[in-house]
């Protein structure tokens, strides 16, 4: 599962790079400062996704603003689990080539959590790193790896708090940018 959003970006990669030629492809990094983008975010199988924008400060340098939120419904038990988050991070851009953009970054937010048995709130900073590939003219799509680290509390039964860190949230990001 961790590596199904790497897998697809891999096959739009080939897919992508057959159908389209490369003088079709634009990603001047002149010209990527002030450029804003619309982007979609898939995390897997499981319903999860989200919305955001990505503004580029600098050729090599973006800020970025998403809303996240899934819903899980466990088939073993009666039992479901939705989540919502809002986070804003910076990217940090590296170009090796004119159509491939690895880049790292990191990201602060709020997160809500609810299942039948409690409700959590609290706050979470996300490290990624990914990948991003200029396909057709403003379009891009992205792979990437997540860790989170995060403080809730339990608004439930049980009144507590807790610290959790998660590795597993590999995402594919479709970017459209104007």
């Known amino acids: 599962m961790k590596y199904y959003a790497i897998e697809m970006l891999l096959l ?21 400062s002030g450029k804003k983008g ?16 990505k503004y580029w400060l600098s050729s090599s340098r973006a800020i970025r603003i998403q809303i996240t939120g899934g819903y899980f419904k466990y088939s073993s038990e009666d039992y479901s689990n939705s989540y919502a988050s809002l986070n804003v991070g910076l990217e940090k851009h590296f170009e090796i080539v004119q159509q491939l953009s690895p ?46 680290f995060s403080y809730s509390t339990n608004l439930g039964r049980n009144s507590s708090y807790s610290i959790g860190i998660n590795t597993s949230t590999s995402s594919l990001l479709l970017s459209i940018y104007f």
């Open 38 to 53: 619309l982007v979609f975010t898939f995390s897997g199988l499981n319903l999860g996704g989200g919305l955001g924008g």
């Open 103 to 148: 880049y790292v970054g990191g990201s602060f937010g709020y997160s809500w959590r609810d299942n039948l048995l409690s409700y959590k709130d609290g706050f979470q900073m996300v490290g990624f790193i990914g990948i991003e590939f200029w396909t057709y003219h403003n379009i891009t799509l992205s792979g990437e790896q997540n860790i989170s």
């Open 12 to 32: 739009i990669t080939l897919v992508g790079q057959s159908v389209i030629s490369q003088s079709e492809v634009s990603n001047n990094v002149d010209t990527l």
